[in-house]
């Protein structure tokens, strides 16, 4: 008989005070008894015939030593059957001995799922980005385009707005010496796009190619960094490559070999415009879901056990690995790791307030999802494949859950204009 006292250490690990009685530990010691007897010869006895006291006298000890393993095991995993405990890892013994009796007592400590108290997660208020997609900024997207596509040619003259150059750029003193190490080669610039300094490709403007021309910037006396307040730095530049852009023209005939299935300019900008909503709606989202999550698990704290966050980090890195052979495993598990711990706690959150709100997927659930499915040959594999079907139940109950959540909170919408 098997008896044992529970202790629970946090929501993520338990402490396992277990007693096997003396009577079952004489079977588990004969069965090792006849196991090292299989293994062994004396003279005058076949290998595995000797007599089971002889075995005892010799082996005695080893024999002791794997009845105690073995009973170590049979206890655990009674234990774990019956008190419907859920391991994680390896068990970690902190004490094994025989009591006066005879009976084997041992202390175990052993990492579980987290066990979840929901403690809130109803009512919080949110603020949500709602963006407002104005035809200036569809525009832009359009001209962003049409630069991707964009015929380059090289020009001889002088830099002028809208050319892109390729400079050095020196650094100097105030007295015209070149810096140590502050030579920057092979810089790209795209005059009055405003990436680069906007003060210094003012002055870029009417260079000429290959000729080396010194040009300044001076930081205002209440400059945001005090360490620049004031400062005035200096540089020669040498124009190495000037390039002007000829767009294409937004045409039927350009819409075709962009994308050819769309026939014309109207068809185009519909498509772009659709993209562009669904993209920052995506981003919305995203961003709503991650302050919702983060809310509920600092509301709602529990432990994770380290194994279970390694197991998470370890199939990111097989997957980092596919791509990228020779990644600095530790560095990927050192930068990931919070994001991992997060992961699962959302994760068994959600579990957890499915369970408490009693939401679970039902039949008329699996048949809208897979009548939402265009294709017949993908609903067929998911309608034959239970493991596709199984990931798509789990799919289906998480929205439910995140939709009850969003149900049950606050939201405030933030209209942001694009233009």
């Keep these: 008989m098997v008896t044992a006292e529970i202790k629970k250490l946090s929501s993520c690990r338990k402490e396992l005070n277990i007693v096997m009685q003396k009577a079952d530990l004489d079977p588990i010691r004969e069965k090792e008894t006849l196991k090292v007897r299989r293994d062994v010869q004396f003279p005058g006895f076949r290998k595995g015939k000797a007599p089971l006291n ?37 068990p970690e013994p902190k004490k094994v001995d025989f009591n006066e009796e005879g009976d084997l007592t041992m202390t175990v400590e052993v990492d579980t799922y987290p066990e979840i108290e929901l403690k809130q997660y109803k009512n919080f208020e949110f603020i949500k980005d709602k ?9 832009e997207n359009i001209k962003r385009i049409l630069k991707q596509h964009a015929q380059k040619s090289e020009v001889k003259g002088k830099v002028e707005n809208g050319h ?7 650094e100097l003193d105030e007295s015209g010496t070149p810096l140590v190490g502050k ?10 796009e405003g990436r680069f300094d906007p003060d210094l490709e003012k002055q870029l403007i009417g260079l000429a190619l ?36 000829t767009l294409p023209d937004l045409d039927d ?67 980092v690995k596919r791509r990228d052979p020779k990644i600095n495993e530790s560095q990927i598990r050192e930068y990931y790791r919070t994001d991992a711990l997060n992961n699962l706690k959302w994760h068994y959150l959600k579990e957890q307030i499915a369970v408490d709100e009693k939401i679970d997927v039902e039949e008329k659930d699996i048949e809208d999802f897979l009548n939402k499915i265009e294709n017949e040959e993908i609903r067929k594999i998911y309608r034959e494949n239970e493991a596709a079907l199984s990931e798509a ?27």
């Design 54 to 90: 002889i075995v005892k006298k010799s082996y005695g000890q080893h024999i002791e030593a794997y009845t105690m393993e073995s009973a170590v095991q049979e206890a655990l995993e009674q234990t774990v059957k019956e008190h419907e405990i859920g391991i994680v890892g390896m």
């Design 131 to 139: 963006y407002v997609i104005e035809d200036s900024f569809i525009e």
């Design 164 to 170: 892109i150059v390729i400079i050095d750029m020196q």
């Design 183 to 192: 030579k920057y080669n092979d810089i790209s610039i795209t005059v009055g």
């Design 210 to 245: 290959g000729k080396k021309e010194k040009i300044s910037k001076e930081y205002s006396k209440d400059h945001a960094q005090k360490e620049m307040a004031g400062k005035k730095e200096f540089f020669e530049i040498t124009v190495k490559k000037i390039e002007k852009e």
């Design 253 to 319: 005939t350009f819409v075709k070999k962009v994308n050819p299935n769309l026939k014309t300019v109207e068809e185009f900008r519909e498509f772009v415009t659709k993209g562009v909503k669904n993209d920052y709606t995506r981003e919305a989202e995203n961003r709503f879901s991650q302050e919702l999550s983060q809310k509920l698990i600092e509301e709602n704290p529990f432990d994770v056990p380290d194994a279970l966050v390694n197991n998470y980090l370890d199939n990111m890195i097989k997957d």
């Design 393 to 419: 139940r789990y799919s289906i109950k998480d929205r439910k859950v995140f939709d009850f959540l969003v149900e049950n909170s606050k939201i405030k919408e933030n209209e942001v204009k694009l233009d």
